[in-house]
């Protein structure tokens, strides 16, 4: 039950179902919360044979059991490249690794317009099943420009019973015309005290620490938890890199390095302000007094994001980074 193993989905999940008025709704809040997990419940129970209107899937009827299986005709989930795999495995879905392309191609993170066409030929099909025909769009904005005009005719006028459940960390990306032909539907952070009990019975170590270097974000801290980060190594970054040791960021994928700087630029520019930083401890964090050239510093880190998920060489990269860190926070400081 995906609902279950993320409890703070459970209101969510029963407003949406009591309150759905359009056949597309667009799932939208911060990334981590389970924006995907909550769509695809969404799609499971507008498809359960079992419960009633407006209730939330039963897990044991004949549809219930096709969904969570994957085999489910009437179901369609619309991914880019890159996220098919990891995407399919949290939901608990099966999943098979395409061949090998000629040319070992990198998959892609955009939706592109041959993947709508393919889901329109499903949308157009009679329902197997005659209960409805559901699609999930994730991340929404993943569309790209083509791919997302080529969907808008049918968000718009859908054929038969096919409702669509989008999901999105950035909507305001995403084309107004899609915006506009969806009922909104916010997905908060979860409470604290919910996202901590849920971390910990992960067996995450110093769930706190983590949560909050996520800016609350539990799905986001088991993440990183799971590819070895602690809240000690973390809560080292500040210092290491005003003291530009390159290793600090050396053994984390390039998008997260980006992140990470981000992370520590906004919580220092809060500081010079003279208020708390957000994703680290106050002791982890130098004392800066001007905010300029963090300001500046904020500028070249949104420029190399263009570029971080394909650095022509990543530990140069990285070292170039880390020499930019190491300046921003020395000027301000003095």
Not at 162 to 187: E, G, K, M, W, Y
Not at 201 to 218: I, N, S
Request: charged share 20%.
């Amino acid at each position: 039950m995906l609902s279950a193993d993320l409890p703070w989905l459970q209101a969510p999940l029963a407003d949406a179902l009591a309150r759905a008025r359009s056949h597309a709704l667009l799932v939208q809040g911060p990334a981590g919360v389970g924006q995907l997990e909550l769509a695809v419940r969404l799609a499971q129970s507008w498809l359960c044979e079992s419960a009633a209107a407006g209730q939330p899937a039963c897990n044991h009827c004949p549809s219930c059991k096709l969904f969570a299986s994957g085999t489910h005709p009437d179901f369609q989930m619309l991914l880019p490249e890159a996220l098919e795999a990891p995407a399919r495995e949290s939901l608990g879905l099966p999943f098979e690794e395409p061949d090998a392309k000629a040319g070992k191609a990198k998959p892609s993170r955009e939706i592109k317009v041959e993947a709508v066409r393919n889901l329109l030929a499903f949308a157009q099909a009679t329902s197997a099943r005659g209960k409805a025909k559901v699609v999930v769009i994730f991340p929404a904005e993943a569309l790209n420009g083509v791919a997302a005009n080529a969907l808008l005719k049918t968000l718009e006028e859908p054929s038969g019973l096919l409702r669509f459940a989008l999901a999105s960390h950035d909507s305001a990306s995403l084309l107004p015309t899609i915006r506009s032909r969806c009922q909104p539907l916010p997905l908060a952070l979860p409470e604290r005290s919910a996202a901590l009990a849920w971390l910990e019975a992960k067996g995450v170590k110093d769930a706190a620490g983590l949560l909050d270097a996520t800016g609350g974000r539990p799905q986001q801290a088991l993440e990183w938890a799971e590819a070895g980060l602690t809240d000690a190594a973390w809560q080292a970054i500040p210092k290491r890199v005003a003291r530009g040791e390159v290793a600090a960021l050396s053994d984390l994928a390039p998008p997260r390095v980006i992140d990470a700087l981000q992370r520590l630029c906004h919580d220092l520019v809060r500081r010079s302000h003279g208020q708390p930083g957000q994703f680290f401890a106050p002791a982890a964090l130098p004392s800066p007094k001007r905010a300029a050239p963090l300001l500046a510093w904020d500028a070249e880190l949104r420029r190399a994001a263009r570029h971080a998920d394909h650095p022509l060489n990543a530990g140069l990269w990285i070292e170039a980074l880390v020499a930019q860190a190491q300046a921003a926070v020395t000027a301000s400081v003095r």
